[in-house]
């Protein structure tokens, strides 16, 4: 049997698989240090009351006989299709259009095979990892993967000089990495381009909920764009469900291939070949999400992220660092002084004990960045504060590491 010979063509580790490695090495060699993690972008708030009343009430049932349920429908709980339908998208998207998922990371890596061997994608550069990862390992690198720069000097709007052969445009708003959160003129210019060039847009709106000045939250508040995206949604980073695993994808019934096929039957028939759908018990703790208390609850978490982030980015700034993101999303984007990011991101773990994600995993023109998430307890955001304020310090003081579901937390 041989080997995919895809798999010679990316990272022997996948992005976040690596920083855990250099973590664990790092433990290895200063087994008393106070490690504070701002890497991965891992919720830490524990679930809301109403959620949990939700998971709980929903688990005793299906120990009744009257309660009991075994493979749910097709597209996922109606119950949830409707809620996401009414408070994500206003009712603007029909229940029908949307389609629970166990998550946003799988749903990323099962487009690739809706689509085939056969196609070109576009990828904000820097972008999250999967999308490129996922596409390499079906149809590898050369001429099918065209990144787009997006840095400081274009405000990090894609540069779409070499997308026009693109078959697929992938945005991500707010991006993760850099922060952007694009504005409706530039969400327009791109449904405009995607049309004239017969492309579709992957639309990836996992942290849309951190945005609270009116920019758009979804690829659909665009005139005209159900008949060119695709979006994709998450309960992960909106309601703390990155273990749990829940999400969805909206795919139009106006979205056609050039044949005049709708996309949604294609996507109908991967789903019932490939899985099962998502967790029953998931998909109830997500109704409870989006009840009127729910949202209530979700939405003062995300605030509670978003003030980590705004007090590391003020710690940041003060320290002269030329810092981006951290305002409508949970990830600030820092530029470094250091030759490579690799070296950004040791001088960091060692010089303050914080681990953080360098920009090079996110793609070429994220080379020269750190990515620092906000996913953290407060007393975890001031502790790292006082550190970046400090850290032309060797070191720092030392202490006891108490590890948590792989997450070093100040004692
Ligand atoms: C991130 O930290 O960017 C992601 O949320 C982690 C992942 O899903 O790979």
Request: some cysteine.
């Amino acid at each position: 049997m041989r080997r995919n010979s895809y798999f010679s063509q990316v990272a022997k580790n996948y992005l976040f698989s690596e920083v855990a490695k250099r973590k664990e090495a790092f433990f290895h060699e200063n087994p008393h240090s106070t490690l504070i993690s701002l890497s991965i972008g891992d919720t830490t708030e524990p679930l809301t009351p109403t959620i949990c009343e939700g998971l709980t009430k929903a688990a005793a049932l299906l120990g009744t006989r009257e309660g009991y349920t075994g493979y749910g429908a097709e597209k996922g709980n109606v119950q949830l299709r409707t809620r996401i339908s009414q408070e994500i998208y206003q009712g603007k998207i029909c229940p029908d259009a949307i389609f629970i998922s166990d998550g946003a990371k799988c749903d990323i890596g099962r487009l690739t095979l809706l689509f085939g061997p056969n196609v070109r994608i576009a990828v904000e550069d820097p972008s999250y990892p999967a999308y490129i990862d996922t596409a390499i390992i079906h149809r590898g690198y050369e001429n099918t993967i065209l990144p787009l720069p997006c840095t400081p000097e274009n405000d990090f709007f894609p540069d779409l000089t070499t997308a026009a052969s693109a078959d697929i445009l992938y945005i991500c708003s707010p991006n993760n990495p850099t922060g952007k959160t694009y504005s409706a003129k530039e969400l327009e210019h791109l449904v405009a381009y995607a049309k004239a060039h017969k492309q579709f847009i992957i639309f990836d709106s996992a942290y849309a909920f951190y945005v609270q000045d009116g920019r758009p939250r979804s690829i659909y508040e665009i005139p005209g764009s159900k008949e060119v995206a695709i979006e994709i949604g998450s309960f992960s980073k909106m309601a703390g469900f990155t273990g749990i695993r829940l999400g969805w994808m909206v795919v139009p019934s106006e979205l056609c291939y050039e044949d005049g096929h709708t996309v949604q039957s294609d996507w109908v028939r991967l789903i019932t070949t490939f899985y099962n759908g998502a967790s029953s018990l998931a998909q109830q703790g997500g109704i409870a999400a989006l009840s009127p208390t729910g949202l209530e609850e979700i939405t003062a978490q995300i605030r509670f992220y978003k003030e980590n982030a705004s007090l590391l980015r003020q710690a940041c700034l003060e320290r002269g660092w030329q810092t981006y993101g951290g305002i409508h999303s949970p990830y600030l984007w820092i530029k470094t002084t250091h030759n490579t990011s690799w070296e950004a991101f040791d001088d960091l773990l060692r010089n303050a004990h914080i681990l953080t994600t360098p920009g090079i995993g996110f793609g070429k023109s994220g080379e020269g960045f750190l990515r620092l998430s906000s996913f953290a307890s407060r007393e975890v955001i001031h502790e790292a504060v006082q550190r970046i304020k400090v850290t032309s310090c060797a070191t720092f003081p030392s202490g006891k590491v108490h590890m948590t579901k792989n997450r070093a937390r100040v004692m």
